[in-house]
């Protein structure tokens, strides 16, 4: 079955950096977009950012452009997030998503948190 594993979230000082992975298993990773979700405390899911299956084209949430920067590997089954200049209103559990056949499968998600 499809799964989805973040890995690479932790505690950061405002304006420093963190790469979080998304480790895939179930489907033929390689065929399809990929994106980064996070929902903070009290809020909504919020899309961050999207990467399509071969990666040539990328989407941003206007709040992490220039700031973010979603890759893939498909060798790897592995989907990147890199963090720079991370905030307070970063704090958040992120979470990887896919859409397969139809239907949305997310990972258990990590925790970044951006404080002094």
Request: aromatic share 10%; charged share 15%.
């Amino acid at each position: 079955q499809v799964q989805l594993v973040e890995s690479g979230g932790g505690l950061v000082q405002p304006g420093g950096s963190l790469t979080l992975s998304c480790a895939a298993s179930g489907f033929m990773f390689s065929t399809y977009g990929m994106n980064w979700y996070r929902q903070a405390p009290g809020k909504g899911r919020e899309l961050v950012a999207g990467i399509s299956s071969g990666g040539g084209i990328t989407n941003y949430a206007d709040s992490v452009k220039g700031r973010f920067t979603i890759s893939r590997d498909n060798a790897k089954n592995t989907v990147y997030l890199q963090m720079n200049s991370l905030k307070p209103d970063d704090t958040a559990v992120y979470h990887c998503n896919v859409r397969f056949r139809g239907t949305p499968y997310w990972g258990q998600g990590t925790q970044v948190t951006v404080s002094s």
